[in-house]
């Protein structure tokens, strides 16, 4: 062992494997038995149910903040600039909280469905005459949102069930 530094890397320069694990199959690896547990764990276990659909969720909230500079209607509805903004933030933070505590977050799924019901409503509520775009825009973000939260709502509502 003295030819070997720390880094795993004899005197001439090749990279050896310090753990005496040879081959390519894991199973004989010392800590396959944990690495199996905390992969099980990450992705399959743990209330984990909505994990395809956070990063939708979370796409999603970031254009409905960024909207008003996409479409242009900063100078038109500027209600509806900060009101976009503020309900888009909202949804990427729930996306965030569902992919780092997914267990404790699950019940929260409904509340993208309401953000997405208030988003399709506010437009005539907040704006004031909006045109067409705005509409569309807000109502298909709006529509989006309502699905993908009852998509997550349902997975979150079987996984309840079947624990």
Avoid at 67 to 82: D, I, K
Wanted: aromatic fraction near 4%; hydrophobic fraction near 45%.
């Amino acid at each position: 062992m003295s030819n070997i530094s720390h880094a795993g890397r004899d005197v001439s320069g090749k990279t050896r494997d310090v753990s005496g694990h040879t081959g390519k199959d894991i199973s004989g690896h010392p800590d396959a038995e944990e690495m199996r547990a905390r992969h099980d764990r990450v992705v399959g276990g743990g209330g984990r149910t909505t994990a395809g659909a956070d990063a939708p969720v979370f796409l999603l909230g970031l254009y409905c903040a960024v909207s008003p500079w996409v479409l242009h209607f900063t100078a038109s509805q500027p209600s509806l600039v900060t009101h976009n903004l503020v309900i888009g933030l909202a949804i990427a933070v729930l996306a965030l909280c569902f992919t780092a505590m997914p267990e404790r977050m699950t019940g929260m799924s409904i509340a993208i469905v309401a953000l997405g019901a208030w988003l399709i409503v506010s437009t005539w509520i907040v704006g004031q005459s909006p045109d067409m775009g705005v509409v569309l825009n807000n109502v298909i973000v709006g529509g989006l949102a309502i699905v993908l939260g009852a998509a997550c709502a349902g997975l979150s509502m079987k996984n309840k069930k079947k624990t």
